[in-house]
T-cell receptor, first 115, second 114 residues
């Protein structure tokens, strides 16, 4: 079945540090890939997405490139801020005929950014 | 435009009690979903709906029932709560079925079953 593996956290960085959160996947078919972010006490919000190989999703300074050859979708940011402290989820979606599109999530990575 | 809202935000139940979680969306989305979030496991799909009057099972449906009597509402019921159902429950909705469509999530309901 489909699955998503994220680097385990928690991750603690100083402000302005470089961030990488690794994500790899296995999927039947050709998935779309997503990063969701969950701020404390809130629901998940879509951060970025990519729908085909070599696509780069970007938003709020975060980037991730869909790498089909390595089945990866690593999240990066050049300079993190305290406000980026949250839990980050990698997810994939593969459409199955006759059923709703289902998201498969990784286990989440807690990021804490210290001032 | 409130997006996706969930009621209640917190609830404590005793084993065997029943309750209903309400999800409402004002985006005119056809598709709605219920997930549970457990530590270290990401989110898992419980049930979903592809339109008013329809429901279907997700990955972990046992012990839950759902109803979609109105397009904007999706109810999740626990008939006889068990401690294994202690979790954070998220509702989501999306416009379409295409795999590129974004799912919009509510703020969650934290349920504890004693």
């Amino acid at each position: 079945g489909d699955s998503v593996t994220q680097m385990e956290g928690p991750v603690t960085l100083s402000e302005e540090a470089f961030l990488t959160i690794n994500c790899t996947y296995t999927a039947t078919g050709y998935p779309s890939l997503f990063w969701y972010v969950q701020y404390p006490g809130e629901g998940l919000q879509l951060l970025l997405k990519a729908t085909k190989a070599d696509d780069k999703g970007s938003n709020k300074g975060f980037e991730a490139t869909y790498r089909k050859e390595t089945t990866s979708f690593h999240l990066e940011k050049g300079s993190v801020q305290v406000s980026d402290s949250a839990v980050y989820f990698c997810a994939l979606s593969v459409f199955s005929s006759g059923s709703a599109r289902q998201l498969t999530f990784g286990s989440g990575t807690q990021l804490t950014v210290l001032p | 435009n409130a997006g996706v809202t969930q009621t209640p935000k917190f609830r404590v139940l005793k084993t065997g009690q029943s309750m209903t979680l309400l999800c409402a969306q004002d985006m005119n989305h056809e598709y709605m979903y219920w997930y549970r979030q457990d530590p270290g496991m990401g989110l898992r799909l419980i049930h979903y709906s592809v339109g008013e009057g329809t429901t279907a099972k997700g990955e972990v449906p046992d012990g839950y029932n759902v109803s979609r009597l109105k397009k904007q509402n999706f109810l999740l019921g626990l008939e006889s709560a068990a401690p294994s159902q202690t979790s954070v429950y998220f509702c989501a909705s999306s416009y379409g079925l295409w795999q590129t469509d974004t799912q919009y999530f509510g703020p969650g309901t934290r349920l504890t079953v004693l």
